[in-house]
């Protein structure tokens, strides 16, 4: 039997040494704590296509999949298992709004060095690999 889990993908934009975070909200998963802006696969989409989608959903901006760099993939698991793919976003067009009010309450930048306590865990590693280019991990397996 082969296994079948959600893919997920999660962006990192910066602006200098700030990463955009966002505080999940109504969602019914982790709402309260801060996330990069993120999201599933819908199916018959590459990640990159993912992402593309997600920044336009979420944010508001629009990015060429070019401007996306790998950053790093988890195989993750927390209620189920997963796999999620992050990457960098070199350039984008457009300032990020909250495009989602339904599902973030909050939308900011943050100093990599302040990073809010109630962020998620598993994306507050994400993010210290890329710092330390660290490309994979298998994160929440005990």
């Known amino acids: 039997m082969h296994v079948k889990f959600p893919v997920t993908i999660h962006l990192f934009f910066f602006r200098g040494s700030q990463v955009l975070l966002l505080r999940r909200f109504q969602t019914g998963y982790m709402d ?3 996330s990069v802006p993120a999201g599933h696969l819908d199916g018959d989409e590459t990640v990159r296509m993912a992402g593309v ?3 336009r959903e979420e944010i508001g901006v629009e990015i ?3 401007d996306m760099f790998f950053a790093g993939v988890f195989h993750r698991h927390s209620d189920d298992e997963r796999v999620d793919f992050f990457f960098n976003v070199q350039k984008w067009d ?7 009010p339904g599902k973030c309450d909050d939308l900011r930048w943050v100093g990599m060095d ?5 962020i998620i865990p598993y994306v507050r590693q994400a993010l210290k690999n890329f710092q330390s280019g660290v490309f994979f991990q298998e994160f929440g397996w005990q």
């Open 64 to 66: 060429d999949p070019h």
């Open 53 to 55: 989608r997600e920044a």
């Open 94 to 100: 457009g300032e990020p709004v909250n495009s989602e």
């Open 114 to 118: 302040n990073l809010p306590e109630n």
């Open 32 to 34: 309260g704590y801060y």
